[in-house]
């Protein structure tokens, strides 16, 4: 395998509890992410995905471990590491195209003002913006102004985009074809991709690997799961894939149940964080056959 993109180590955060003490979100994370990779991180509200996201980010800080990139701890926020938020946060002064710009004239200052337009135009027709350029965030539609939140992120032409529920505020007829997209792009780019989410399609649609989280506090990852379905599954016809129910079951099962009791479920077992199982399902039959 190729050396990880991003390391994860031993990553915690802790809060002081009031009274005194205090209380663990999380511990013990640890996470590579190889070069052109799409990892998706799930788990029940509270247990610390947008905190792990923001460390990422370099937006906050761990308690304890570390994120590594390049061999050397991130200290802060790069441009290396472009942030999708569940809000598009443009600025509403600006154009769609001038929100975009600004974002790339930060990245390549020595640029002319058409090369950047140019490139910005390339990214925003990525996205299916072409024609919308000249609006402001007012004129846009959400599926559109998250459109544009995604061609500024690409824009930037990141190492590693971290999202966190990107689609979560969108209808579903528009985040389907916005999933649709981003994995068309991501994929041809090669692009590497952490991302939060609550859904599982959206997840078993984007996502390589799928990180399934404890419930907090002391939250933990619990295991790996590879996506077993073929690379090119499209919304609309992954289901009638015979891996679809097993690898669906699987995440559901985690999701109501595995996720609370993961503590006892381990009780007296070993647990290494920095080797949880990996899981391919798959339906009963296949494995039968092997
Ligand atoms: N400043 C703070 N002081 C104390 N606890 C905090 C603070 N900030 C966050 N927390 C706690 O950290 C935990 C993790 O928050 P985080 O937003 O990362 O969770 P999440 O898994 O992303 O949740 P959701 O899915 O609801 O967005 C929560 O239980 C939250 O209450």
Request: with cysteine; charged share 25%.
């Amino acid at each position: 395998m190729t050396k990880p993109l991003i390391s994860v180590e031993a990553l915690a955060k802790r809060y002081p509890k009031r009274g005194g003490g205090e209380t663990t979100v999380f511990e013990d994370i640890w996470l590579p992410i190889h070069p052109g990779e799409f990892v998706c991180l799930i788990g029940h509200s509270g247990c610390g995905k947008t905190t792990i996201l923001n460390v990422l980010a370099g937006l906050d800080r761990p308690t304890d471990g570390a994120v590594i990139v390049d061999g050397r701890e991130i200290s802060g926020p790069s441009l290396d590491r472009a942030v999708i938020f569940q809000g598009h946060s443009l600025l509403p002064w600006m154009t769609a195209l001038e929100n975009v710009a600004f974002a790339v004239s930060s990245r390549h200052p020595e640029w002319s003002r058409e090369k950047v337009r140019e490139h910005c135009r390339f990214y925003l027709n990525l996205v299916h913006l072409s024609g919308a350029e000249d609006k402001k965030p007012s004129e846009l539609s959400g599926g559109m102004k998250q459109r544009v939140g995604i061609a500024r992120a690409l824009a930037i032409e990141p190492k590693m985009l971290l999202m966190d529920e990107p689609f979560s505020a969108l209808d579903a007829l528009t985040r389907g074809s916005l999933q649709d997209e981003v994995r068309r792009i991501c994929t041809e780019t090669r692009q590497t991709v952490f991302m939060i989410t609550h859904d599982i399609d959206e997840a078993m649609l984007l996502a390589d690997r799928i990180v399934l989280m404890t419930n907090g506090p002391q939250a933990k990852i619990a295991e790996v799961v590879e996506n077993t379905l073929p690379p090119d599954r499209r919304p609309a016809t992954m289901h009638k894939h015979p891996n679809y129910y097993p690898l669906r079951n699987h995440l559901l099962d985690f999701l109501v149940t595995r996720s609370k009791t993961f503590a006892q479920d381990i009780a007296g077992k070993p647990y290494d964080p920095r080797k949880v199982p990996v899981v391919r399902p798959v339906p009963a039959e296949a494995l039968a056959a092997v």
